[in-house]
């Protein structure tokens, strides 16, 4: 296979990754790979002095208010935890870490990422919150999920969900891709640039991504500098930016705001406890 470099156009305009991703699988290549062996990762253009393409969405209908199919669906409310293997959960070892950067390449803390995937049969667990949690990136914009391999199933290749959040900014719900499933070529869903890079690591696999946020790293309207309302307070709304400590109601409850974050439908107060706590 032809290794792919990480390059500019002659006439100057760097070419996005998305860009040489889609062109290498345009060409045939199974894998898009830089001259290391590898992905590329946000990382590699990190510190160049480049603005970084923003990770693009992927979104196959699993959000809250779609109810028109059977199968996997986003749920709310997921548990804090960095690890979603419980004791005996059949599967493959597999973690996923890596960074989240602004488009100019700063980390950013405070992320929040909610993760959820089929189970090793290819199953969501729609009863309880097996192989779903959420957890936010640590100084220095670092992740990481200890879980399993998902298991396929019908339609679709093998694949991770995941919300993104930076503090005050819109939700990029998307999804992570393994390299070399057969079904990444006829996935309609399916987008290189999802890819992680991904080895073997003792009987399981590790996996790595960095995900670009369209975020500068400056504070945005709803961050935890903003001054918090407390009170008045009012009636939760959905689309507006909240700031850590600002307090709404809703349905007759009071709650906090514990992680700055622009409000949309399905994230309801109780149905977030990584944003809202009930008073
Ligand atoms: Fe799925």
Same mark, same amino acid.
């Given at each position: 296979?032809?290794?792919?470099? &990480?390059?500019?156009? +002659?006439?100057? !305009? ?25 992905? #590329? ?43 979603? *293997? ?13 960074? *989240? /950067?602004?488009?100019?390449?700063? =980390? ?9 995937? #089929? ?9 309880? @919150?097996?192989?779903?949690? &959420? ?23 093998? &694949?991770?969900?995941?919300? *993104? ?34 080895? +073997? ?7 790595? /991504? ?8 400056? =504070? ?6 903003? =001054? ?18 600002? !307090? ?6 009071? @709650?906090?705001?514990?992680?700055? &974050? ?7 107060? =109780?149905? *977030? ?7």
């Amino acid at each position: 296979m032809t290794p792919l470099p &990480h390059r500019d156009t +002659g006439a100057g !305009r760097p070419i996005s990754r998305k860009s040489l991703l889609k062109a290498a699988v345009a060409a045939g290549a199974a894998v898009p790979l830089l001259s290391s062996g590898t992905v #590329a990762l946000a990382r590699d253009a990190a510190g160049r002095g480049r603005t970084l393409s923003a990770t693009p969405a992927c979104d196959d209908g699993d959000g809250p208010t779609h109810d028109q199919i059977e199968g996997p669906y986003f749920k709310p409310a997921s548990p804090l935890r960095t690890n979603l *293997v419980d004791p005996g959960t059949p599967g493959t070892p597999l973690t996923v870490s890596g960074y *989240v /950067f602004g488009r100019r390449c700063a =980390p950013l803390s405070g992320v929040l990422l909610d993760f959820w995937q #089929a189970d090793d049969a290819g199953d969501y667990d729609m009863a309880g @919150y097996t192989l779903r949690g &959420h957890q936010f990136t640590a100084a220095g914009g670092a992740f990481s999920l200890t879980t399993i391999v998902p298991g396929l199933y019908p339609g679709r290749t093998r &694949h991770l969900h995941v919300k *993104v959040q930076a503090p005050g900014r819109p939700v990029l719900t998307t999804q992570l891709y393994f390299p070399g499933e057969p079904r990444n070529t006829t996935d309609a869903l399916f987008d290189a640039a999802l890819l992680m890079n991904v080895r +073997g690591a003792g009987g399981g696999r590790e996996g790595t /991504f960095d995900f670009v946020l369209d975020a500068d790293g400056t =504070p945005g309207p709803g961050d935890p500098t903003d =001054p918090p309302t407390d009170p008045p307070g009012g009636a939760w709304t959905p689309g507006r930016p909240y700031a850590a400590g600002d !307090r709404v109601t809703y349905q007759g409850g009071a @709650y906090r705001c514990v992680q700055a &974050h622009i409000s949309m439908a399905g994230w309801e107060p =109780p149905r *977030v406890p990584a944003l809202w706590r009930r008073e």
